[in-house]
């Protein structure tokens, strides 16, 4: 009868257990054990280079909507969001300041200074308006002409460090090597096509012929391109970094700005965007230590396919400011302005851009899943 | 009759029906049976509901449990056997969009069925063939998610679970038993359920998932 003992026993046994157990979070560790995030690169990945001074003092600092919780969301950046996937202490801002044109703005210049060395070093270097290599970005002091009136905003003097200064910095400041745990980021190319369709329209109203100048401008966005590979390349890959992601540009002719500018200026900053991101892709040098993530081809799937992501518009910013790096939840278009004093701006969840070019915290979200699912098909996750 | 005490009713029914003398399968043979099943779902699933990156899949991997079966002799050819075993526990991996992220999680199930059967060739021969088919109850229950789940539908917030689902399907199975002597036999047999689930995870969104499993399973039995 021992037979007949296992199996009663095992008949109770599925009884009982059918019954027990629940939702369960599992294991949520990453499965490289990361230790440290550096990021480089422009505004959509500026964690607070700007929050200084005058920006501070207004509740700005993120190109988004400011405040954390604002929109309910836990965060704005979307390399906030990924370090707290990864169970990173947040990012900040690695070098901070503001050259403001005193005499524009009516507040002083705040000097540039490093956040990048001790016990608890800020290792995010991206800032809003840096270019890959080259000098001035855009919202740099030296793009203010205070006879024209559309170049205010850059009295506000953002440093705009290019991401290639940004590496040789992290470099120079951390003994010239990244650690293989560490998870690094670069985005970058917005600004250099920001600054490539402006000179096209100005060299246009000089007299160049289009084609003439829209050459010039595909010919720099290539050695643009060629620049952030070879820098990721010798910079970073070649410095010891076993996991580096490489965002492209996303599809910026999608933006409300871009929409603004009529279908032909819609078409200039495509046709850049596709040079620079093609380029990239092919100079950058594949392997088990890079992640180069698509991010252009989802965020027009993003415009397309709007249901898809939980997004209601994605053309009109919720921000009333011209830049979203002095959005707060006071400023926010009625639609998405929060009920009462103190509520959260949950409506802002369902837009995808906060001002003419950044995203919402829920656009940074997006982003952040899709480095997410990237990084998990890579093994990284 | 201290064995009897822990049986199920179930169980002690056999038991009653036991103590008569067994020689063929015959009708009012009870046959009780002790193996080991492995589940081999054949998943098509839907994509995750928005809001979700485009094409999220899921794929589940096969499970193998010990089980035991309960035959009801009606005739010396037709029978009722209910199947039940201990849970599977199945390894889900994303699939579509997501294939290649391996590993998102877990899901426990048990899968109770009821099958109506019919046995072929001599009652009192060693090797009976048989058919069946009947409706299987599935429980899923005891799910657990991953870092990778958590990162592409709720990215630095609370860590998404997936909610269990019950469903009911249907199944059709082939086998054998092999006579040892006049109590003990060897059987083995393959069954196809046809089964969805639905996925819900605690993000809100949801996934239908057609499983569709082919079993197999082998076992040893006794008859009373």
């Known amino acids: 009868m021992k037979k007949f003992?296992?199996?009663?026993?095992?008949?109770?046994?599925?009884?009982?257990?059918a019954g027990c157990g629940g939702s369960d979070a599992g294991d949520q560790s990453p499965r490289v054990a990361f230790t440290q995030m550096v990021n480089f690169g422009d505004s959509l990945s500026d964690v607070g280079s700007y929050d200084v001074g005058v920006v501070k003092l207004q509740g700005g600092g993120?190109?988004?909507?400011?405040?954390?919780?604002?929109?309910?969301?836990?965060?704005?950046?979307?390399?906030?969001f990924l370090a707290a996937t990864l169970k990173l202490t947040q990012p900040c801002a690695a070098e901070t300041g503001l050259n403001t044109i005193q005499a524009a703005v009516g507040v002083p210049p705040v000097p540039a200074t490093f956040h990048d060395t001790g016990a608890a070093p800020c290792l995010n270097y991206a800032q809003g308006g840096s270019?890959?290599?080259?000098?001035?970005?855009?919202?740099?002091a030296a793009l203010f002409n205070p006879a024209d009136p559309t170049t205010a905003s850059n009295a506000l003097g953002a440093l705009t460090i290019p991401v290639h200064d940004q590496m040789q910095n992290y470099l120079d400041h951390n003994a010239g090597a990244f650690s293989p745990t560490a998870l690094v980021t670069v985005l970058a190319g917005a600004n250099d096509v920001f600054i490539q369709t402006?000179?096209?329209?100005?060299?246009?109203?000089?007299?160049?012929?289009?084609?003439?100048?829209?050459?010039?401008?595909?010919?720099?966005?290539?050695?643009?391109?060629?620049?952030?590979?070879?820098?990721?390349?010798?910079?970073?890959l070649a410095k010891g970094a076993a996991h580096v992601v490489v965002v492209n540009v996303p599809d910026a002719s999608l933006t409300p700005q871009a929409i603004q500018s009529g279908p032909a200026g819609q078409a200039l900053t495509k046709l850049l965007l596709q040079t620079f991101n093609n380029e990239l892709a092919t100079k950058l040098q594949a392997g088990p230590s890079l992640l180069l993530v698509d991010a252009f081809t989802a965020s027009e799937d993003q415009a397309t396919n709007m249901a898809q992501y939980g997004l209601t518009d994605v053309k009109t910013p919720v921000c009333t400011t011209s830049?979203?790096?002095?959005?707060?939840?006071?400023?926010?278009?009625?639609?998405?302005?929060?009920?009462?004093?103190?509520?959260?701006?949950?409506?802002?969840?369902?837009?995808?851009?906060?001002?003419?070019?950044?995203?919402?915290p829920y656009g940074y979200r997006l982003l952040s899943e899709l480095v997410g699912e990237a990084m998990a098909i890579k093994g990284w996750l | 009759?201290?064995?009897?005490?822990?049986?199920?009713?179930?169980?002690?029914?056999?038991?009653?029906c036991g103590a008569g003398a067994a020689h063929a399968q015959a009708a009012g043979n009870v046959l009780v049976q002790l193996g080991w099943n492995k589940i081999m779902p054949k998943v098509k699933s839907d994509d995750l509901t928005a809001p979700s990156l485009p094409g999220s899949q899921i794929d589940i991997k096969s499970?193998?449990?010990?089980?035991?079966?309960?035959?009801?002799?009606?005739?010396?050819?037709?029978?009722?056997?209910?199947?039940?075993?201990?849970?599977?526990k199945h390894t889900i991996v994303g699939a579509g969009a997501v294939s290649g992220v391996g590993k998102i999680g877990s899901i426990h199930q048990i899968s109770p069925t009821l099958l109506l059967q019919y046995r072929f060739l001599a009652a009192d021969g060693p090797f009976r063939p048989y058919v069946g088919a009947g409706p299987t109850f599935a429980k899923f229950y005891g799910t657990k998610g991953s870092a990778a789940l958590t990162a592409v539908t709720n990215p630095g917030g609370p860590a998404t679970t997936i909610g269990g689902d019950t469903e009911w399907g249907g199944t059709i199975q082939l086998g054998g038993n092999y006579k040892i002597d006049k109590h003990w036999f060897?059987?083995?047999?393959?069954?196809?359920?046809?089964?969805?689930?639905k996925a819900t995870l605690s993000t809100g969104q949801s996934t239908s998932a057609k499983l569709d499993p082919v079993s197999i399973n082998g076992s040893i039995g006794y008859t009373f």
């Not at chain 1, 003992?5 to 257990?17: D, G, K, N, P």
């Not at chain 1, 060299?203 to 070879?230: H, I, K």
């Not at chain 2, 499970?63 to 599977?88: H, K, Q, R, W």
């Open chain 2, 63 to 88: 499970a193998s449990a010990l089980f035991a079966t309960v035959t009801y002799m009606i005739t010396e050819d037709i029978s009722v056997e209910a199947l039940g075993g201990l849970p599977y």
């Open chain 2, 186 to 197: 060897l059987d083995a047999s393959v069954l196809k359920t046809w089964i969805s689930t």
């Open chain 1, 131 to 140: 270019r890959v290599t080259l000098q001035p970005g855009p919202g740099n």
């Open chain 2, 1 to 16: 009759m201290k064995k009897q005490s822990i049986a199920s009713a179930l169980v002690a029914a056999i038991a009653v």
């Open chain 1, 62 to 80: 993120h190109f988004s909507i400011n405040g954390a919780g604002a929109t309910g969301l836990l965060y704005i950046n979307w390399t906030e």
């Open chain 1, 198 to 236: 402006a000179t096209v329209s100005a060299e246009v109203a000089a007299g160049l012929p289009q084609d003439q100048a829209v050459a010039g401008a595909v010919a720099a966005m290539t050695t643009a391109a060629d620049e952030l590979a070879n820098d990721v390349n010798t910079m970073i």
């Open chain 1, 323 to 360: 830049s979203s790096l002095l959005c707060t939840h006071n400023t926010l278009i009625p639609a998405v302005a929060p009920a009462a004093s103190g509520a959260v701006a949950s409506a802002a969840n369902t837009y995808e851009y906060a001002d003419g070019v950044h995203p919402t």
């Open chain 1, 5 to 17: 003992h296992v199996l009663t026993t095992a008949v109770a046994a599925a009884a009982f257990l």
